[in-house]
């Protein structure tokens, strides 16, 4: 069995994704994390191919250290149910695209959880969502992230002011 795969001393947020084919999507939640400065572990462990790995993980994640999990699978996307299913922390669920759905088999499997054992689910291949949703949460208990945070959405909302201005400017470049 392979033990958890750590890449950073102390990390705080697990990214789990069922195949390495999902790593394009999943590398924005690190990114995500890299911009934020939180140490992150990332793997891939899946329910169906390697349940015993994901056991392992899982079970072992509170005690650890880690403060919330976001697992990312497409097609029958059992990774974030099962992994919910075997930690008390927070589980994040990121549905994958796949090409036979669309990803709408991804995005059911993992949103229509039963009672009780909840997966927080983002949209479809919004692996940046997922990360900023575990960043807010570490946020609660950490005065210097939540101000990390506030300065974001601040650069977030002037960069959506400057969106009228470059539509004003092209509606008159446009005569
Ligand atoms: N949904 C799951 C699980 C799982 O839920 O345990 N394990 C792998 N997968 C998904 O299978 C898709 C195709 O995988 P391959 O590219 O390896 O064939 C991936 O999107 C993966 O997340």
Do not use: C, W
């Amino acid at each position: 069995m392979t033990p958890p795969s750590s890449d950073a001393q102390a990390p705080l947020v697990g990214i789990l994704m069922g195949s390495d084919s999902d790593f394009d999507i999943m590398k924005e939640a690190a990114a995500v994390f890299d911009e934020f400065g939180i140490p992150f572990e990332i793997s891939v462990i899946s329910a169906h191919r390697t349940p015993g790995d994901l056991e392992a993980y899982a079970s072992s994640a509170e005690e650890r250290g880690l403060k919330s999990i976001i697992a990312g699978a497409g097609g029958a996307a059992h990774l974030p149910g099962v992994t919910a299913a075997m930690t008390p922390l927070p589980v994040i669920g990121v549905p994958i695209y796949s090409k036979k759905l669309s990803g709408q088999d991804s995005l059911y499997a993992i949103v229509q959880m039963p009672a009780g054992i909840p997966v927080a689910t983002v949209g479809i291949d919004n692996a940046r969502n997922a990360a900023l949703l575990a960043v807010q949460m570490l946020a609660i208990g950490d005065a210097g992230l939540m101000e990390k945070l506030k300065a974001f959405r601040l650069r977030l909302a002037e960069a959506s002011r400057q969106k009228t201005t470059k539509i004003r400017e092209k509606l008159r470049a446009n005569g």
